[in-house]
């Protein structure tokens, strides 16, 4: 694989406030094949990434006037007849859980939380859930989508794409507007934006998600882990119907609706230490009795036993793993410095995943040496040398 198949920049530049390179994903658009926009990585300025000018521009918002906003977009759509007014879509961790208590609790909306549930719950993400429902008060629906096809589907996109989350997100970003419909809410409140760490900047100025993430004119021009949904129709048992919860809405449907889709990072100060330390008190929401494997935290993405190749899977293809992502977030919200950062990235960043592995390879169907045959060729030769068999090293590193 070259770097074009992720549309990288061929030179590698790191970040000089933060961790993170030029090599990040501005975001994936799932559906298709690759990574299809115009920026298709974090925009530099003057060797600044663009989270970290976010991060100036966040100094000088005014928050108490974007909460004066989220006022007036809650009271527009509170029910007070007992209905749900707000849907919430997460799994319990610390921001949907977060989100999901203040609108309650602070905001008095009468929310309903919605789950896509994880491939493989670890046993602290099961007892986070829990606490989420029990100790935090709140309704939820968790949804389990037919494990056969997510299995395959995540197979396809670990295989074609490097990408074995890619189901994941496309349900979860489906399942916030499916259940807004059955349940005839108007509003969905997600946490925060791909724009929060260094996505597309133009997310940041708006509240709304944009249609595009969840809407389609027609299922034919679909991708599933990087095959067109014709193909698999035809390659496999599986129907159309199979995929329902993975389809976007059809616009015309979206049209009588009327529904909004906001980002609670829009109207809030998003820090996810914070949001920690908010669920800790108030969802008995528990950190890992370790820290998780590739970095140095306890708390972020702990809940799938995928996560852990989530993570491994972008330290092969753009060279950044769990520790720069986690390490990027806290020296933004000045929690830690960039040498301490630095220094956490070259401890834990390359750090193998072992403990999920015999799960993740039952559960995707491949064995170990298929496994590092796909991992293998997702090196991009500008970001990796050979150095001999299955021995590879980062060209440039932060180190
Ligand atoms: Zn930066």
């Known amino acids: 694989m070259n770097s074009k198949f992720y549309k990288l920049p061929k030179n590698i530049e790191f970040c000089k406030l933060c961790v993170i390179s030029n090599q990040r994903p501005s975001s994936v658009v799932e559906f298709k094949h690759t990574i299809n926009q115009k920026k298709p990585t974090i925009q530099f300025e003057h060797g600044v990434c663009s989270a970290c000018n976010y991060k100036k521009i966040k100094k000088n918002i005014d928050w108490n006037i974007r909460e004066q906003m989220l006022k007036k977009l809650l009271d527009k759509h509170r029910k007070n007849n007992g209905s749900y007014d707000v849907i919430i879509p997460g799994s319990g961790g610390k921001d949907s859980g977060y989100v999901s208590h203040i609108l309650k609790y602070k905001y008095g909306m009468n929310p309903l939380t919605v789950t896509w549930s994880p491939h493989l719950y670890t046993d602290i993400g ?46 979860q970003r489906m399942i916030g507007p499916k259940f807004a419909i059955k349940y005839n809410v108007k509003l969905i409140m997600y946490g925060e934006t791909a724009g929060e760490y260094g996505g ?26 990087g095959k067109s949904i014709n193909q698999i129709l035809k390659k496999t048992n599986y129907k159309l119907s199979d995929f329902n919860p993975y389809l976007p809405i059809e616009k015309k449907e979206i049209k009588n609706k009327r529904f909004e889709v906001h980002h609670m990072n829009f109207y809030k100060n998003w820090d996810p230490q914070e949001n920690f330390y908010y669920a800790s008190k108030n969802l008995n929401f528990l950190p890992n009795q370790e820290r998780t494997t590739g970095t140095y935290s306890k708390y972020s993405s702990i809940d799938d036993k995928i996560d852990d190749f989530h993570y491994y899977t972008t330290y092969i293809k753009f060279g950044l793993g769990r520790a720069t992502y986690d390490a990027c977030q806290e020296i933004r919200a000045e929690k830690i410095t960039r040498e301490e950062g630095v220094r956490l990235v070259k401890l834990y960043d390359s750090e193998f995943p072992k403990r999920y592995f015999n799960d993740f390879l039952d559960y995707i169907g491949i064995d170990k040496d298929n496994f590092f045959n796909i991992i293998n060729k997702f090196r991009s030769k500008h970001l990796w040398k050979k150095i001999k068999k299955n021995k590879y090293r980062l060209r440039k590193t932060i180190y």
């Open 200 to 225: 597309n900047q133009n997310e940041n100025k708006i509240p709304v998600m944009n249609e595009k993430y969840y809407t389609s004119q027609s299922y034919n021009k679909l991708y599933f882990g």
């Open 126 to 171: 099961k007892i986070n859930f829990y606490n989420w429902i029990n100790h935090g008060g709140l309704d939820n629906v968790l949804f389990t989508p037919n494990g056969s096809l997510q299995r395959y589907l995540t197979k396809e996109a670990f295989k074609n794409l490097l990408h074995p989350f890619q189901p994941f997100i496309i349900g």
